[in-house]
């Protein structure tokens, strides 16, 4: 056996043998013709980069059989391999590799880049407006566009009307993520004031007022802040 190393179709002729006895001889015409086979031309390819939740589909050419692995444990025979719904664990680089009917194999490699999630976030949630006032949302700053309930596209959104708002915000990479809240309006204060006795006797008894729960701070004639 001699190892040979080419790298274009060689021919080799045998021009002499010696057997154990000592015996040899010379030969002409006793020759072998070793063909190379082209290698593939491998091409991995992926759309990037991607949003969370959104589907990657990858792209192999340049030969018959295929054979991907990838961050997360991902693994595929399919040409065009499909990840239904990206996660941050999916980004990294993609391997691919590439067999053509003759048996010879190639390698590409594609680089898969998931952006950070975008998460909107309004606050406050909930929130309450009193009377005749109003209350400002605020979706956060960072975002490339805003879009709320009504068409504003402002950061920040000042409501007067009780209901449901929602706001879509954008990132730069194009990322949306969608937040609402509950908008309610206060209802008029109506504080009743009951005596635990009257009328009372003269000269001197004590009696307790009593405004009513439910408030956050009161008030009263004479500088006493309970109930």
């Known amino acids: 056996l001699i190892p040979v190393t080419i790298n274009a179709n060689t021919t080799f002729e045998l021009l002499d043998l010696t057997d154990a006895a000592g015996c040899s001889e010379t030969f002409t015409n006793v020759t072998t013709t070793i063909m190379v086979n082209p290698p593939p031309i491998s091409v991995a390819d992926v759309t990037t980069p991607l949003c969370v939740g959104a589907v990657a589909t990858f792209t192999g050419a340049g030969g018959a059989n295929y054979s991907w692995s990838g961050p997360n444990g991902f693994v595929s025979v399919d040409q065009n391999p499909i990840i239904g719904a990206v996660t941050v664990a999916d980004g990294g680089t993609y391997r691919v590799t ?25 606050a406050p949630n909930p929130a309450t407006f009193c009377a005749g006032d109003n209350v400002t949302l605020d979706a956060g700053a960072g975002y490339a566009n805003y879009v709320w309930t009504g068409g504003s596209t402002n950061q920040t959104l000042e409501v007067t009307i009780a209901g449901n708002y929602s706001v879509t915000v954008t990132d730069v990479n194009g990322c949306s993520s969608i937040d609402e809240v509950t908008v309610s309006e206060s209802t008029s204060l109506t504080p009743s004031i009951s005596a635990s006795q009257n009328p009372v006797c003269a000269p001197e008894t004590t009696t307790d007022l009593d405004a009513g729960p439910g408030y956050t701070s009161y008030l009263w004639s004479d500088s006493s802040t309970g109930q």
């Not at 053509?100 to 590409?108: E, H, K, Q, R």
């Not at 898969?112 to 309004?122: G, R, W």
């Open 98 to 122: 590439v067999t053509n009917g003759n048996g010879c194999i190639d390698v590409a490699t594609t680089d898969l880049v998931i952006s950070p999630e975008a998460i909107a976030t309004i």
